[in-house]
């Protein structure tokens, strides 16, 4: 399972995509060269530095995670409950639910 982190602006010499903005990671991966490492039958979910999901989809290149991180967790029911309403963060390694008293 990826958990790539920390994605900030940057011009790349060459430009991976001619024209187009681009993210890189704390660990120097492109943004869009890293997107094919994502498995297709995961749930993506991006995290702010709080652990608090922003984002969730299957689909990862509907992200644009500039001061974020990305990471894919397995595609189960109970992590297909969480939603972007500020009460579902990321641990680093789960789903998890803020709102609970744990």
């Not at 530095?49 to 509907?62: A, E, L, M, Q």
């Not at 967790?73 to 969480?82: H, Q």
Request: proline letters at 8%; glycine letters at 6%.
């Amino acid at each position: 399972m990826q958990d790539i982190k920390n994605f900030t602006p940057y011009k790349p010499e060459p430009p991976v995509i001619p024209g187009a903005s681009h993210l890189k990671s704390e660990d120097d991966q492109d943004w869009y060269s890293c997107q094919k490492q994502f498995s297709p039958d995961t749930i993506k979910v991006e995290y702010d530095n709080n652990g608090v999901i922003t984002c969730i989809s299957r689909d990862v290149s509907g992200f644009w995670p500039v001061g974020k991180s990305v990471a894919e967790v397995p595609d189960t029911k109970e992590n297909r409950r969480a939603d972007i309403s500020g009460r579902w963060g990321f641990d680093g390694k789960n789903i998890i639910d803020l709102m609970t008293l744990e």
